[in-house]
Nanobody, 125 residues
Framework: VQLQASGGGLVQAGGPLRLSCAAS????????MGWFRQAPGKEREFVAA????????IYANSVKGRFTISRDNARNTADLQMNSLKPDDTAVYYC???????????????????WGQGTQVTVSS
């Protein structure tokens, strides 16, 4: 499985940005999907995740109400719509996927088997 993240860029605080992750190599309709981010000097942290069916989503408290994760299993893609962006959202964003995991593991980087290369998001104040 290969993941390609795109959509990053420079945006002013308060603005929106949409990230997309395209999967290839095998259909990922049976796999859970997550977005993580890593800011300079910080550990990689969980942002959002969506179950293989798309029926369940979870979010980090820091992005709840501002970010929305979605997926299109027919197109093998997963998106992260980010609204009301803040300077603290500046980071490299990574998408990741893995075969179905326990609900309790959806927010753990160690649960994910495949990772994309990352896309930079910079929010200016």
């Amino acid at each position: 499985v290969q993941l390609q993240a795109s959509g990053g860029g420079l945006v002013q605080a308060g603005g929106p940005l949409r990230l997309s992750c395209a999967a290839s190599g095998r259909p990922f309709r049976d796999w859970d999907m997550g977005w993580f981010r890593q800011a300079p000097g910080k550990e990689r942290e969980f942002v959002a995740a969506i179950r293989y069916s798309g029926g369940t989503t979870i979010y980090a408290n820091s992005v709840k109400g501002r970010f929305t994760i979605s997926r299109d299993n027919a197109r093998n893609t997963a998106d992260l719509q980010m609204n009301s962006l803040k300077p603290d959202d500046t980071a490299v964003y990574y998408c990741a996927t893995t075969p179905r995991v326990a609900y309790s593991g959806l927010d753990l980087p160690s649960s994910y088997k495949y990772w994309g290369q990352g896309t930079q998001v910079t929010v200016s104040s």
